[in-house]
């Protein structure tokens, strides 16, 4: 259900690494849980940002969502597509739905994110009633 080949937060954004970039966007968890992603508010190309620091905005019909920078670094590409196509959030979270690419500052904040394995885990104690 999650790719194994991705980083994930407990915010629930998913981080791909290639190089000493950090490809972002939100798991499919979260996009569920928003149900239908009807605007995307997407940050300035050049800003820079520490880890934590909110990127980006999703709103939906059900509510309204903050993205957080999983890793600090300077934002080098948005996804300009989310602004005609919210919808890709949704349809396709791990790819067309992408939102923002970080140029990484420091690989140390890349071992405080989550394998596979452990946001999986987070999940089922989320859902635990």
């Known amino acids: 259900m999650y790719p194994e080949d991705l980083l994930y937060t407990k915010s629930h954004e998913w981080?791909?690494?290639?190089d000493d970039r950090a490809i972002v966007g939100v798991t499919s968890y979260a996009q569920d849980q928003l149900v239908e992603v009807v605007?995307?508010?997407?940050?300035?190309e050049?800003?820079?940002v520490k880890a934590g620091d909110t990127?980006?905005?999703?709103?939906?019909?059900k509510a309204v969502a903050d993205v957080y920078a999983p890793v600090?670094?300077?934002?080098?590409e948005?996804?300009?597509?989310l602004e005609n196509q919210p919808?890709?959030?949704n349809q396709d979270p791990y790819g067309e739905g992408w939102i923002?690419?970080?140029?990484?500052?420091?690989e140390e904040e890349l071992h405080t994110l989550m394998k596979v394995s452990d946001y999986q885990s987070l999940i089922e104690n989320e859902l635990k009633p």
């Open 78 to 81: 948005v996804n300009k597509q």
């Open 55 to 61: 990127v980006a905005t999703l709103e939906s019909v």
């Open 15 to 18: 981080v791909k690494v290639e």
């Open 87 to 89: 919808e890709l959030v």
């Open 100 to 106: 923002l690419v970080i140029e990484i500052a420091g």
């Open 72 to 76: 600090s670094g300077k934002i080098i």
């Open 46 to 48: 050049g800003k820079e």
């Open 39 to 44: 605007f995307v508010e997407l940050p300035e």
